[in-house]
T-cell receptor, first 113, second 112 residues
Framework: DSGVTQTPKHLITATGQRVTLRCSPR?????VYWYQQSLDQGLQFLIQ???????AKGNILERFSAQQFPDLHSELNLSSLELGDSALYFC????????????FGPGTRLTVT | GQQVMQIPQYQHVQEGEDFTTYCNSS?????IQWYKQRPGGHPVFLIQ?????EVKKQKRLTFQFGEAKKNSSLHITATQTTDVGTYFC????????????FGQGTELSVKP
């Protein structure tokens, strides 16, 4: 158990819908990262927050947005969902904003039908 | 842009055989991290290497960081069925916080 929690575990929704994925980092960790893992793309970095502020951005679509709240939990919002958005979404946390190991949550499996 | 390549993509071994995966970056890395993801699981941090030429061991696992800090390897001696999974290397993007770029991973299967 990494100490990072993610909800829900599974999500099935239809194209065009909007969903919110939630992540709680390990106690004391200030950085939260979001990743998308699909079979053909591997682990793709989406976005990082540090203590409530956006710190780094990856290949995150405009239809996706995220935020980190004062209690440090984070939410990833995915809208206008397409079939290609079906993937595993992982949240990870670390103690700092720089070169620290990351601890991954169990992931949310999103299926868009 | 910065890339991290990993080979091989798949490796099938007989239990007891050795296994090595290689990681190459297009740019110099300040550090390299290795993660393991079991089937159906999430990536789990294994180790971080920081110094040029660094070698670290964890039981049957040996990690190396190249002298030029552009490549790394993970070697497993005498594989066991518990070693099954995908091994990823990851390197930080320069000056972009904690953003990591992951290799595509090497999927290891072990035949008992």
């Amino acid at each position: 158990d990494s100490g990072v929690t993610q909800t829900p575990k599974h999500l099935i929704t239809a194209t065009g819908q909007r969903v919110t994925l939630r992540c709680s980092p390990r106690s004391g960790d200030l950085s939260v990262y979001w990743y998308q893992q699909s079979l053909d793309q591997g682990l793709q970095f989406l976005i990082q927050y540090y203590n409530g502020e956006e710190r780094a951005k990856g290949n995150i679509l405009e239809r996706f947005s995220a935020q980190q709240f004062p209690d440090l939990h984070s939410e990833l919002n995915l809208s206008s969902l397409e079939l290609g958005d079906s993937a595993l979404y992982f949240c990870a946390s670390s103690g700092g904003q720089g070169l620290y190991e990351q601890y991954f949550g169990p992931g949310t499996r999103l299926t868009v039908t | 842009g910065q890339q991290v390549m990993q080979i091989p993509q798949y490796q099938h071994v007989q239990e007891g055989e050795d296994f090595t995966t290689y990681c190459n970056s297009s740019t110099t890395l300040s550090n390299i991290q290795w993660y393991k993801q079991r089937p159906g699981g999430h990536p789990v941090f294994l180790i971080q290497l920081v110094k040029s030429g660094e070698v670290k061991k964890q039981k049957r696992l040996t990690f190396q960081f190249g002298e030029a800090k552009k490549n790394s390897s993970l070697h497993i001696t005498a594989t066991q069925t518990t070693d099954v999974g995908t091994y990823f290397c990851a390197g930080p993007i320069y000056n972009q916080g904690g953003k990591l770029i992951f290799g595509q991973g090497t999927e290891l299967s072990v035949k008992p």
